[in-house]
């Protein structure tokens, strides 16, 4: 039987691999191809494998205290990942980070959904995919400007487009991916 990681690399390839027609990536720069992981994280039996293979990686390297998505692609990302900690005996605990600070109700002035940060720990950024880090970057300084300690950063999918060495070096935490682009475009 194939691994979590075998597995999840095959979906990201069958769901969210998208070629044919060029796209306009966050950054503004266009692509052959685009790759949709909320076609993983929005399909119940895909998001299963997704976090089994994120849960595999925290095995492996030792559990945060806290994981965040940028929403809305990290929402699902995030809520599979804490039930599959849950599920290996691990309490978790999941952020949300918006593209801007809200401008009303509770929360009002925070780009951080969830657990404020005193004693809570340090945590992982989960990204979906990491083109120039533009969208990551921001996310990483509202958490950081909102006293979260960024440990590091995860991200399904590098597209090999100098976003993950940016983030390391504009944010002196680690970077690490599941997969390069290459590994999934590949014959």
Request: with cysteine.
């Amino acid at each position: 039987m194939a691994t979590n990681i075998e597995q999840l690399k095959t979906l990201i390839k069958e769901r969210a691999l998208q070629t044919g027609k060029l796209v306009k990536l966050a950054s503004g720069a266009e692509s052959s191809y685009y790759i949709n992981c909320k076609n993983i994280s929005l399909h119940g039996p895909s998001l299963n494998v997704l976090s089994k293979a994120i849960a595999d990686f925290f095995d492996d390297r030792g559990w945060p205290s806290w994981v965040a998505g940028v929403s809305v692609g990290g929402d699902p990302i995030v809520a599979g990942i804490i039930f599959e900690a849950s599920l290996r005996g691990r309490e978790l605990d999941a952020l949300l980070v918006r593209k801007a600070p809200k401008a009303h109700g509770g929360s009002q002035g925070k780009a951080v959904e969830g657990l404020f940060s005193e004693g809570l720990g340090s945590g992982f950024l989960v990204e979906d995919v990491v083109s120039t880090g533009g969208s990551s970057l921001v996310a990483a300084r509202h958490m950081i400007a909102e006293g979260y300690k960024l440990e590091g950063m995860l991200c399904l999918v590098d597209r090999e487009m100098g976003g993950v060495q940016s983030l390391q070096t504009e944010l002196k935490i680690p970077i690490q991916s599941l997969f390069k682009v290459s590994q999934i475009i590949e014959n």
